[in-house]
Each structure stands twice: as C-alpha cells, then as structure tokens.
C-alpha cells in the first residue's frame, strides 16, 4: 500500500510540475485549440503582417460594404509550398466567439485558399512569402464586428497556423473626441485622457447601459486596452463620457527604434553586424538606457510598426530582405522580483510570451533578449508585466509623457434585442498629436 501511495505522489507532483511549465501565452502554443486572439502555433511562421491595405501602418479594420480590403503576409522559413486558407469566427465585444453560424456572417465562401507565394531570393536564410487581399468577389462579410482570421493547413482547421484579430464596422452613431492631460493629481504631465461623446440620433439604443460596451485602445495594444467604460451623462440620444479615469492612458514615450535596412554599414543604433558559421546575420544593438528619470524628446515614430526593407536591393524587398538576429540589451542594477521584462511592438505581434521576454545576465548586469526578425526599421519599447494581469507597464523603462503622440481608436459596439452578436456600431481614430 505505502509503495502504490509513493508511485501515485511521484505521479501526481510530475504532472503538476509539468502544468506549472506551461503559460498560455507561450510564444508557439502549437495546441491546435483556437485561440480568439493573436496567436502563432508555428514556429517556422514569422513577419505576419495584417492591415487595412491602403498603408502599411493602419490596424485590420474596415468598413462594412466598402471598397476596403485586409492585407495579409507572411513568410514560412521551410522555404516549401504549403496549403494554407483562411477563414473567419464572428466574435462578440470582449472577443468570444458568437453563437451565428458562418453562413450568417459570411457572403459567398467560407474559406478562402492563399494562392499567391513566391521564393526568397538571394537571401542566406530561406523562406515563402504568402500574401492575400479580403474580402474577394466569393467572399464577403455580411455582419459589422470583431473577427478572428484564422488560417490553417491542408484543409484540416485543427492544423491551425496562426490568428489575427480584424474588426468590421457599420458607422450608425457618430462619435465626438476630445484629447486633454490628464486632472488627477500627480497625473497631470504624464498621462493622456480621452472625452468623447456618442450621438445615436438616429439609431435606437434601448438600454445602452447594459447592451451598449465601448472599447478604447492605444497603438493597437491590447494589453492595456479599456473595456469597462459607462457613460457619465446621458441627454436624450447622446451619451458623454468624461471625467472618468477609466478612459486614462500612460502617456508613455516615443517608440526606441534601429534600422538594418543595410547588412553593409552600421547605423545610429547598431553596434556590430556579423554572420555566424551557420551564415546566419546577427545584428548586435548599442545598450540602451532607461528614460524614466529624463526629459521627453520628440521625434517622428512608427507608434510600434515596422518597415520591411533591404538598401541592398532594387527588387522586391518581400522576397530579398533577409532574416537576422537582433540582440538587445538593457542595463539594469538588480533582477526584479515578481515580474519580468518584454520586448514590446508589432515585432512581436504586442504580445508578452517566451519570444518577448528578457533574461537577466549577471555578468553584463542587465536584460537581454534575441528575436530573429526580417531586415528593415523597427520601432519598439520594453514592458514590464507582473505576469498576473497580462498589462505591460512601460513606466520604469520609458517613463511617461503627457505631450507623447499615439493613435487612439475607439469602438462602441452594441446587442440589438433579439439577437445572438455584438455589432461594432461607432469606430473612430484619435491622434494625440492632431486635435
């Protein structure tokens, strides 16, 4: 009996030590279990980039029977052709799925095949490039809200590849926002306060406090994004939301930055390029410095965007830019207890996971971190997160600004009674800097 109860406790404490090794926001989950958020299951996946088409820098989102289209990219390092199709899941306001069937929120097709690939070419590391524009004359939404995007391989939707969120929206309200500092005390000069106020002259909004949800988010994050929002007065059709702390951000900081657009010259940030004996590019940063105690300096950033591009080359930067380990490295007196710190921006994908998380070397007395990334410039600023609440906090490493420019987008969805989805009835962006 003793020798059955040590085998059951040995068994017992190595499945709970194993749960323990595993966080939901591993940076490859490879569990084939759809996740409604941005997600990559595939390691061999990388520089997904997903927009509205018109530019490169705007969030996935557009409007309902418009001309607009979604752009999606990305590279697979097999280097091989693959199957790959997308499809979409119709989701609520805090990104649950809804209960509507596909063919109630989706015109013509369901699921669309990405045809259009091409070879790297004169690059040390291999690679596919996949790219496709939606919605298509087979394909359209029928519904305003959020979507998960999510594509898979060969047909099979459990061999899941990766997860983008999009959103949809059907302007019937209008939307009136106002950018001011912050009025609590202590806060005043470093933190950004949004005031706006939705119009709904001629849309019915029966009971707004309850089906009503409003959504501001910054730079396209997130993690701080504000979902927990009432109105605080209420005049008719009108609804003004103000004075309230919920609508509060950090101001933060402009976006560090380095360029490797060349592999040939060291740049302002870059300190050394070489190439290993596995011919693979590594680009070494200069240390930075933590900004929390210095003064706020202007300059023009890409708010946490990318740009792919290779100087070397006249021809498509998409299929020539070639792959490159970038090291960081932030100088920091002690580890920190009780959090750690990310690498945060669109390079990677804003999430805080095993890619972006820092390591602290006790030789170099700081925290250090390697992403393998696509030549070209980059914006990025480094979080630290309790890990418990999933928000980066950027205020001992950037320090935060009243007067720093973001984008600001705000989002007023609403359940019509008698329906089973939250339609995205209001969208509007909001730039610091453009008041």
Not at 170 to 195: C, P
Not at 216 to 226: E, F, G, I, P
Not at 253 to 281: G, W
Not at 377 to 395: I, R
Request: charge should be negative; charged fraction near 20%.
């Amino acid at each position: 009996m003793l020798n059955k109860l040590l085998i059951l406790l040995f068994f017992l404490g190595h499945f709970i030590n194993k749960a323990q090794t595993v966080t939901p926001d591993d940076d490859y989950v490879n569990d084939n279990v759809l996740k409604y958020d941005d997600y990559v299951y595939k390691s061999n996946l990388k520089t997904i980039q997903f927009h509205e088409s018109s530019w490169d820098y705007a969030a996935p989102i557009i409007e309902l029977n418009s001309a607009q289209q979604i752009q999606l990219s990305f590279d697979d390092l097999d280097g091989d052709k693959k199957n790959y199709t997308l499809t979409f899941v119709l989701c609520n306001a805090d990104w649950t799925p809804s209960d509507l069937m596909a063919s109630e929120y989706l015109g013509g097709f369901s699921d669309v095949n990405i045809f259009n690939f091409a070879y790297a070419s004169n690059t040390f590391q291999k690679y596919t490039h996949y790219d496709i524009l939606f919605p298509q004359t087979n394909m359209s939404f029928t519904k305003s809200g959020n979507y998960i995007m999510y594509v898979y391989i060969d047909g099979n939707k459990d061999n899941i590849a990766f997860t983008r969120r999009m959103m949809v929206y059907d302007n019937k309200v209008s939307l009136l926002s106002t950018f001011r500092q912050a009025m609590s005390d202590g806060e005043q000069f470093n933190k950004q306060h949004i005031d706006f106020t939705i119009s709904a002259n001629a849309y019915d909004l029966n009971n707004p406090y309850k089906d009503m949800k409003v959504v501001l988010t910054q730079n396209y994050r997130w993690d701080n994004a504000v979902t927990d929002i009432k109105p605080t007065f209420m005049n008719g059709s009108q609804f003004t939301y103000s004075m309230d702390d919920a609508s509060t951000f950090n101001g933060g900081n402009e976006f560090r930055y380095f360029d490797m657009r060349s592999l040939r010259f060291l740049t302002e940030k870059v300190a050394n390029i070489y190439r290993d004996e596995s011919n693979k590019n590594h680009v070494v940063l200069y240390p930075d410095e933590l900004r929390a105690n210095k003064s706020y300096s202007f300059y023009n950033d890409l708010n946490g965007n990318f740009l792919i591009k290779n100087r070397e080359t006249q021809g498509n930067v998409d299929l020539e830019a070639d792959y490159v380990y970038v090291e960081f490295f932030l100088p920091y007196a002690n580890p920190v207890t009780g959090g750690n710190f990310y690498v945060m921006g669109k390079l990677t994908d804003w999430r805080m996971n095993k890619n972006s998380k820092m390591t602290y070397n006790y030789q170099r007395v700081g925290y250090e971190a390697k992403l393998y990334l696509k030549q070209g410039y980059y914006n990025y600023m480094y979080v630290l997160s309790n890990d418990a609440t999933k928000t980066g906090d950027e205020t001992v490493t950037e320090g935060n600004h009243w007067d720093t420019e973001n984008d600001y987008n705000i989002l007023v969805y609403h359940r019509k009674f008698g329906t089973y989805y939250d339609q995205l009835i209001g969208y509007a962006k909001l730039n610091s800097l453009k008041r």
